[in-house]
T-cell receptor, first 111, second 112 residues
Framework: NAGVTQTPKFRILKIGQSMTLQCTQD?????MYWYRQDPGMGLKLIYY???????DKGEVPNGYNVSRSTTEDFPLRLELAAPSQTSVYFC??????????FGPGTRLTVL | AQSVTQPDIHITVSEGASLELRCNYSYGATPYLFWYVQSPGQGLQLLLK??????LVQGIKGFEAEFKRSQSSFNLRKPSVHWSDAAEYFC??????????FGAGTTVTVRA
């Protein structure tokens, strides 16, 4: 099992550009999550999904969108990148109340 | 509001010394509790978790944590720290909605 994989690892965007952060898990987990991590702030939940076709907002959803067309994939879309979206993004998955597994992260800089 | 608090932003400890990281939670009912570790440039790895039962939980890498309901705490401990334990540590909690709330993290520096 590869676990949770994320691409790309690093990306620099210009203000106003769009991009999609990819996330895939091969553990057949029903729950998937996107977090952002900023220094001294811990991880903040952006969006989550309880299964294919079902998504919901977390604490900090503004400026982001998600979709979940399959159990495996949970892409995160930034439509109009802003400097405030400079952060490290983590995707995670879990099966119900069990351990949550994290991907290696995507470091995004918006200039 | 539900929250997780880690009072210590940064702790420095000598190699071989003991380590204790504090975590307090504010939830209506006892949540599921977790400790994660993040090495520089890496993702998060689960150290241990508490759902119910024995209040002293053993984890990986020689870590343990004690749940104290009366103090709403879930402190992480290690008897003897190794240089490889230098990392950032996150306490997290959730209820049966399966959405983790994280503390702000504690950075551990290990000096020789």
């Amino acid at each position: 099992n590869a676990g949770v994989t994320q691409t790309p690892k690093f990306r620099i965007l210009k203000i106003g550009q769009s991009m999609t952060l990819q996330c895939t898990q091969d553990m057949n987990h029903n729950y998937m999550y996107w977090y952002r991590q900023d220094p001294g702030m811990g991880l903040k939940l952006i969006y989550y999904s309880v299964g294919a076709g079902i998504t919901d907002k977390g604490e900090v959803p503004n400026g982001y969108n998600v979709s979940r067309s399959t159990t495996e994939d949970f892409p995160l879309r930034l439509e109009l990148a802003a400097p405030s979206q400079t952060s490290v993004y983590f995707c995670a998955s879990r099966f119900s109340s069990d351990e949550q597994f994290f991907g290696p992260g995507t470091r995004l800089t918006v200039l | 509001a539900q929250s997780v608090t880690q009072p210590d932003i940064h702790i420095t400890v000598s190699e071989g010394a003991s380590l204790e990281l504090r975590c307090n939670y504010s939830y209506g009912a006892t949540p599921y509790l977790f400790w994660y570790v993040q090495s520089p440039g890496q993702g998060l790895q689960l150290l241990l978790k508490y759902f119910s039962g024995d209040t002293l939980v053993q984890g990986i890498k020689g870590f343990e944590a004690e749940f104290k309901r009366s103090q709403s705490s879930f402190n992480l401990r290690k008897p003897s720290v190794h240089w490889s334990d230098a990392a950032e540590y996150f306490c997290a909690a959730d209820t049966n909605d399966y959405k983790l709330s994280f503390g702000a993290g504690t950075t551990v520096t290990v000096r020789a």
